[in-house]
């Protein structure tokens, strides 16, 4: 019998007001040589449609992506934390 080993994760993703502000950003610090984010689909339990969101480790990174989207006036419409238990996603917004 093979034993599979679900690892269990957590990171946190950016819901930005539209597919465009998420993906100026995400190219606004890669070009700054920031490259700790990934850009990501938005999980449909957030927002239906064709959306981005960054993805992101630790929490602490979010003071970064907050700062650079203000610095080009990108809209960041909420912060969830997205944990991977026994093969399931949960999702939970954050209030930051």
């Known amino acids: 019998m093979t034993v599979v080993n679900i690892k269990n994760t957590l990171y946190y993703i950016a819901v930005f007001e539209s597919r ?20 990501v689909s938005t999980p449909c339990q957030i927002k239906s449609g064709c959306s981005y969101s960054l993805k992101f480790k630790n929490l602490e990174d979010y003071k970064l992506v907050q700062e650079e989207a203000q610095k080009i006036k990108c809209k960041i419409l909420s912060v969830y934390s997205v944990e991977k238990l026994k093969g399931k996603r949960i999702l939970k917004k954050l209030a930051i």
């Open 20 to 39: 465009n502000h998420a993906i100026y950003l995400y190219q606004h610090i890669k070009r700054n040589g920031i490259h700790e984010y990934e850009l």
